[in-house]
């Protein structure tokens, strides 16, 4: 197996691409590690934090360096189209936060540059690399479920965090932000299966619209895919503010001719209560004092090493870049359903009326 060395360029300083740069910067393949923002600033506290070898307040600055042979886009939701634009032009493979655009239109320009191109892009659905869902995916594979009739799959989590992602772009609700994870899960299980009518129900105006902001406080789908199969999709970012939950809280079912799969993913298991407080993991200054553990979307730091999806999910993208090895990453194609079904999800929420897909554009 060819090894091949690796110029990384981490586009976005927040949250999670202070977490893909910190990865990345540990990986033996990496020679030469960029980060940006357009914060300068911020970009140039995480080159300390990391070592990287250059860092910018311009984004095309950092993609366009001659050592860059990758870029992660990890800019907010709503920036993601710009900086993926200009790595394909430079015939940079990228790898970008979910949803891959905020809208259609947008997600079409990225795929079109894809094709002018012939580039190479991923998008980071991280929920594929959890082992609980990687075993999952393997059942599936092996046909021990038989034909997949249906299921569901739900997510709860706290209001804190719903506030946290909605503070950084309104646009961003829990379905569009959240349930996309589950949506792309479910469509990777039945692949080359896909949405062809949604029905939803939200409930509004308890929790987020009181405080200016549109998104509903609970919302439920029924999606039924191209094989007849249904899937019952919910998710709702009002539990109590201190809730144990640190992340995702989620639960997973899969109904079949052959057979059936639960998984449950609600991080019940590891309980941790102290007085001296726990931090959050999307939003340090938030503490609870009880705290279900394993339950941070991402992973956790743990013993001088970062556990988890996305752990896992970078790592396996690096590994892919560096010696070719198989990827699991999301497909743009199927980025683009999955925006495509939750936009759906949110329209029949609104109306009250199904939906057909694929959506006129």
């Given at each position: 197996m060819q090894r091949k060395e690796l110029g990384i360029a981490v586009v976005g300083s927040g949250r999670i691409g202070t977490l893909r740069a910190r990865l990345a910067a540990r990986h033996?393949?990496?020679?030469?590690?960029?980060?940006?923002?357009?914060?300068?600033?911020?970009?140039?506290?995480?080159?300390?934090?990391?070592?990287?070898?250059?860092?910018?307040?311009?984004?095309?600055?950092?993609?366009?360096?001659?050592?860059?042979?990758?870029?992660?886009?990890?800019?907010?939701?709503?920036?993601?189209?710009?900086?993926?634009?200009?790595?394909?032009?430079?015939?940079?493979?990228?790898?970008?936060?979910?949803?891959?655009?905020?809208?259609?239109?947008?997600?079409?320009?990225?795929?079109?540059?894809?094709?002018?191109?012939?580039?190479?892009?991923?998008?980071?659905?991280?929920?594929?690399?959890?082992?609980?869902?990687?075993?999952?995916?393997?059942?599936?594979?092996?046909?021990?479920?038989?034909?997949?009739?249906?299921?569901?799959?739900?997510?709860?989590?706290?209001?804190?965090?719903?506030?946290?992602?909605?503070?950084?772009?309104?646009?961003?609700?829990?379905?569009?932000?959240?349930?996309?994870?589950?949506?792309?899960?479910?469509?990777?299980?039945?692949?080359?299966?896909?949405?062809?009518?949604?029905?939803?129900?939200?409930r509004s105006g308890i929790i987020f619209k009181p405080a200016g902001y549109g998104a509903d406080d609970m919302t439920w789908a029924i999606v039924t895919f191209a094989d007849g199969a249904i899937v019952n999709f919910g998710v709702s970012y009002a539990l109590p503010t201190h809730y144990p939950a640190q992340g995702q809280s989620d639960r997973v079912e899969l109904l079949g001719s052959g057979g059936a799969m639960i998984i449950d993913d609600d991080h019940l298991d590891h309980l941790l209560y102290t007085e001296k407080g726990v931090p959050h993991g999307y939003m340090p200054d938030h503490q609870v004092k009880m705290a279900f553990l394993g339950a941070n979307t991402p992973g956790e730091w743990a013993v001088g090493s970062f556990w988890g999806p996305m752990g896992n999910e970078t790592r396996a993208w690096l590994d892919y870049l560096a010696t070719g090895s198989p990827s699991l990453h999301t497909t743009p194609e199927q980025a683009r359903i999955n925006l495509e079904t939750t936009i759906a999800i949110e329209r029949a929420a609104a109306t009250g009326k199904p939906v057909r897909l694929p959506l006129e554009t």
């Open positions: 033996p393949a990496v020679k030469f590690l960029a980060v940006s923002d357009l914060d300068p600033g911020r970009a140039r506290a995480l080159a300390e934090q990391t070592g990287a070898d250059f860092h910018s307040g311009d984004n095309d600055e950092a993609i366009s360096r001659p050592e860059v042979t990758a870029v992660f886009v990890s800019t907010p939701e709503g920036e993601h189209v710009a900086p993926i634009r200009k790595a394909l032009e430079l015939g940079k493979p990228v790898l970008v936060e979910k949803p891959i655009a905020l809208t259609l239109k947008d997600a079409d320009d990225v795929l079109a540059t894809l094709k002018e191109t012939g580039g190479e892009l991923r998008v980071g659905y991280s929920r594929r690399y959890k082992e609980c869902f990687l075993r999952g995916k393997e059942q599936v594979e092996q046909g021990r479920l038989g034909t997949i009739i249906g299921g569901t799959a739900r997510v709860y989590n706290s209001r804190a965090q719903a506030f946290n992602i909605l503070k950084r772009d309104p646009h961003a609700t829990p379905v569009l932000d959240v349930l996309t994870y589950y949506v792309d899960l479910l469509c990777w299980y039945m692949e080359g299966n896909p949405p062809v009518e949604v029905v939803a129900r939200g």
